[in-house]
C-alpha cells in the first residue's frame, strides 16, 4: 500500500518528526511511502483563474507542486501534518488544498475512497490540535476521501502533539502525543486494508 506523507510547516520541526514517525511506522508494516515537506519550496497561492477548470491540463502556475499532485494521485492513503497556528492549519497546508484543485478540476474523482489522516502539532498543550484535524478531515470529506481517526481512550480525531515550542525535540519527548500517532497510524493502516480488500473483490 501507497502512503504519502505531507508536512506543512516550513520548517524542520515537530511537524516533521510526526509525520516521519508516522511514515516509519507505516514503512514497518511493508507500506511504500513518499514525503512532501513545504520547506523551501516555491508554492504559489491559487489564484482561481479557473485555468485548471477551463484547459484540464493542471494548475497555471508551474512552480515547487509537481512532486505534490502525482504524491496526491499515486497514494492510497494520505497523512497530513500542520503545525497549528493561530488554532488552525497552517497557511501552507491551506495553500496546498486549495491548489490541489488543479487535479481534481482534471478528475473530480482523483481522491475518491483514499484514506486520510491528520497529524496536528501546537506549542500549547491545547494550542488548536483538534481544530486543525477537523479542518484536514472536512477536506478530505469533501473530496470524496475516507477520513481516519484515532479511536477514542487516546486519540480521537487524530495525532495530537504538543512541541512546547522545542520543535523535533519536543515531539520526541511528547509520549502521549506519539501514542496518538501509533493509534491513528493503526486505523489508518487497517482502512487502507480494508478498502484495497474490497476493490480487489
Ligand atoms: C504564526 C504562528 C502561530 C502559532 N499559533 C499557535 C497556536 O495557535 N497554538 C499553538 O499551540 N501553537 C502555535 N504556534 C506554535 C507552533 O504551533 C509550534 O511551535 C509548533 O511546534 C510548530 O511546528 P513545527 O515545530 O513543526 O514548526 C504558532 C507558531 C507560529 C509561527
Known sequence: MK???ICG???????DYAVNYALNLLREKGCETRYFHVRGKDIKFCIHCDYCVREKKGCVHKDGLAEYY???MWA???IIGTPC???MLSGQVKTLMDRS??????DPEILKGKIG??????????GGQEIALQQIHEYYILNEMIPSGGGSFGANLGGALWSQDRGAEGIAADEYGLKTVRK???????LMEKTRGNSDG
Open 117 to 126: 489522516m491528520g497529524l496536528a502539532v501546537g506549542g500549547d498543550r491545547a
Open 76 to 78: 492510497d492513503g494520505i
Open 70 to 72: 502525482e504524491g496526491m
Open 85 to 87: 497556528y493561530h488554532g
Open 101 to 106: 484543485r488543479a487535479i481534481l478540476a482534471k
Open 9 to 15: 510547516s516550513p520548517r524542520l520541526g515537530g511537524t
Open 184 to 190: 491513528t497510524v493503526k486505523r489508518f493502516y487497517d
Open 3 to 5: 502512503v504519502f506523507g
